[in-house]
């Protein structure tokens, strides 16, 4: 519906939506490829607040993957774009993540 009705925010945020449902589901590959998805929507349309979402949601499934150098990737840009928008709340999200903890992630 987000696509037919030409909103691409909407549309990024469907995708991240599916994501967090495929993950819950334990179906990784399905979720980040709804990540992944929202990502190309967000970048599309120079979303940064959408890209940042997108970035923080990939690595924590990473994270939870135990793919850790490219997890801690991801955090990084979604800490750089939530910094560069000056959105607080976003910018908390990667730090508060057990995660992305400097002890956890080498």
Do not use: K, M
Request: net charge negative; proline share 3%.
């Amino acid at each position: 519906i987000a696509r037919e009705v030409g909103n691409p925010d909407f549309q990024s945020g469907v995708h991240c939506s599916f994501g967090d449902l495929r993950r819950d589901q334990g179906l990784w590959y399905e979720a980040r490829a709804e990540y992944e998805a929202s990502l190309a929507v967000a970048r599309a349309v120079n979303d940064r607040r959408g890209e940042g979402g997108a970035l923080s949601r990939l690595g924590a499934l990473l994270a939870e993957q135990r793919q850790l150098a490219e997890a801690r990737s991801l955090y990084g840009q979604a800490l750089a774009l939530a910094r560069e928008a000056d959105h607080r709340l976003a910018t908390l999200r990667p730090l508060n993540s057990a995660d992305f903890h400097p002890t956890t992630i080498e």
